[in-house]
DNA sequence: GATCCGTGGGG
DNA sequence: TCCCCAAGGAT
């Protein structure tokens, strides 16, 4: 083994970090084997994701579905459901999907190789390599954004970001050990994420330091070099949130592909498209008393959304076609990605209010 | 290769 | 406040 996997291994050890899909060094030397199921989930929910948010959504999907059988066996709606609030949509769809595939056609075991892994749904070039490293224990070069990082400034690669992928590939497969490959890469990414951090890297206290090109020569916090971001569009619309008289609110679902995929709505006029939509009362779905509740503004990846709000009281519940009607008090338990929970919060104050603990 | 896809937290 | 970005994948 090379001198930077001996001692990032030895730093693991004692350093790594305790998170509830990870076995630990110890237990792995113990013998305890991950599943790769829980492996394979945890993955999913990381992807440009922080390990803070997916924690309670990891117990709560394991709590729910134990296997992959128990979610092959939930509807994808049941699924969506679960994901609202993490974002990614597409990522629980393909969740679904994965489930679907490795029951039906794999006899509920995941593909123990690489190319196997990557067929999947949902599964690239860097999952497939977790997954095969962490459950199965095949030394695969794992890159993700930690990695990415680490890489770049290990050996100073000032080839922009994304050119500078293959040579990371293989600087990473280089120190990539036949044994341990999963805590090694996992040892990677904990380094990224608590010591080699975006800014203000730990360098004096890095186990890597003295392997370390660009502390040596120039300053960590350069690499990786990307290119300018550009700036992002805005785009206005409005949203209708309509409320029957015995306290239920319209919902409908959005289309199954693109932006907030499969999941439930208020009605709205048309901002997924380039164009922007209407911000105008006329637009709404169907003839009610429409009064304005302010507005709201939600930032997505890629543009900024401004939707003008307008509720409506005592709608009967029959002029809505092609929806549903939920209880205020039901309407945690749907399929609502966060802007939607922003619209109905502004026309309904307290409908997502925490209950408060009796006095 | 570039663009589309969420969200919440930290500096 | 604003900007950055976090265990990426699909098209």
């Keep these: 083994m090379q ?4 001692k990032l291994l030895h730093w693991y050890d004692s350093h790594h970090r305790i998170l509830p899909w990870r076995i630990s060094p110890r237990d792995r030397l113990a013998g305890v084997v991950a599943d ?24 709560a999907f394991t709590e729910k ?23 990614y949509y597409s990522r629980a769809r393909n969740l679904k999907k994965c489930a679907d595939i490795v029951c039906a056609e794999f006899g509920g075991r995941f593909p123990i190789d690489v190319a196997g ?4 749904p949902g599964i690239g070039d860097y999952t497939a390599a977790a997954i095969a490293s962490i459950a199965f224990d095949l030394p695969t070069a ?44 996992q040892a990677m990414m904990d380094l990224g994420a608590t010591i080699c951090t975006p800014r203000r890297p730990a360098c004096v206290i890095c186990p ?30 409005a949203a209708f949130v309509a409320a029957s008289t015995d306290g239920e609110v319209f919902l409908r679902s ?3 592909t693109g932006l907030l995929g499969g999941m439930a709505e208020v009605p709205t006029t048309g901002w997924t498209a380039r164009l922007d939509g209407d911000t105008d009362v006329d637009a709404a779905p169907f003839p009610a008393n429409w009064i304005s509740a302010g507005s709201i503004t939600h930032v997505f990846t890629h543009f900024e959304l401004r939707l003008a709000i307008y509720r409506a009281g005592e ?3 029959d002029i809505a076609a092609d929806g549903w009607w939920v209880k205020v008090e039901k309407l945690t338990g749907e399929a609502l990605p966060t802007v939607m929970k922003k619209a109905i919060a502004a026309a309904i104050p307290d409908a997502f209010a925490k209950r408060r603990k009796e006095e």
């Design 3 to 6: 001198p930077i996997t001996v």
């Design 36 to 59: 790769p199921y829980r492996v394979w989930l945890s993955e999913i929910m990381l992807q440009q994701t922080t390990v803070e948010a997916v924690k309670p959504y990891f117990r």
């Design 65 to 87: 579905w134990p296997t992959v059988t128990h979610l092959a066996s939930a509807s994808q709606d049941d699924v969506l459901r679960a994901w609202a609030g993490l974002g």
């Design 117 to 120: 892994l990557k067929s999947l």
């Design 142 to 185: 794992v890159v993700d954004g930690n990695v990415e990082r680490v890489i770049t400034r290990l050996y100073a690669l000032a080839t922009p970001m994304p050119f500078a992928k293959p040579e990371i590939r293989l600087r990473m497969q280089a120190i990539t050990p036949d044994e341990r490959p999963g805590d090694f890469a």
């Design 208 to 237: 890597l330091n003295d392997n370390c090109e660009a502390l040596r020569t120039t300053d960590p916090e350069f690499f990786p070099v990307k290119a300018p971001k550009k700036e992002k569009p805005v785009r206005v619309g």
């Design 254 to 256: 959005r289309i199954e």
């Design 315 to 317: 709608v009967q519940k």
